[in-house]
């Protein structure tokens, strides 16, 4: 049985694909992880990502899985394709684009080794930009608050046991999808722990970060939230949270 998927997704990355597998090979590496499987997620990329993922597979690591769609579809439904078709081990996403330091990485590997799943927050915030790391705080205050959950930034990068999010349906499209399913673990009674570090480079998507689709996604994400364990008490117990060194 694969212990780690490591998804990397990708859209439009032709610049940071190949500098992003080998950081996280040089991880892996690094932390000695025997039994994973990388996935390199074309999301209907319009330019070279998908020839760099073939020439990836191709001349550096023919274990990887490539998986490509002609058509943009969005972190969320790519997760969820994934998730669809494996029941066991521990999923890390890592964005295509470089964003995530070594520390950061190396970091949510460690403390999954002694925890169900993983959460994550960066300490240099400015780098996503005044709107949205205040978009982000007032979000994730929002959550938090009405959920009854204690996080520092639902999300963030994350590691999640796949056994345990293959039963959950999750409602949310967008920009929501890790609030809900993170919001969901909290709620599971499982162990959990939370790990800081980076941002790798300065996000430039502020102009569509918070779209009006965003907004509903929001929106939609809390009522079927509220639904579900508020009124039907389907998730009722609080997670552990472990304090990981």
Known sequence: MIKYYFLILAFNEERHLLKTFKKLKKIIKLKKISSYKIIINNDGSHDRTEKIAIQIKNKIDNK???????KNIGVAKSIKNFIVNHKQG?????????????ILLTNLINASKKTDFVL?????????????????????????????VYAFYLQGPFVWPLDKIKKMKIYSEGIAYCSEVNVKLLNSGLKYSEVQGNMATRSNKDSTSFRIFNFYDILKTLIF????????????????RILVN
């Not at 990887?64 to 002609?70: A, D, G, P, W």
């Open 64 to 70: 990887i899985e490539l998986i490509s769609y002609k």
């Open 90 to 102: 521990k999923l890390i996403v890592v964005s295509g684009d470089n964003e995530l330091d070594e």
């Open 120 to 148: 994550s927050y960066f300490l240099n915030r400015e780098k996503k930009g005044w709107f949205r790391a205040n978009m982000s705080t007032l979000f994730n205050l929002i959550f938090c608050t009405i959920f009854d």
């Open 225 to 240: 939230l509220i639904f579900e364990i508020k009124i039907l008490k389907k998730y009722k117990i609080k997670s552990q």
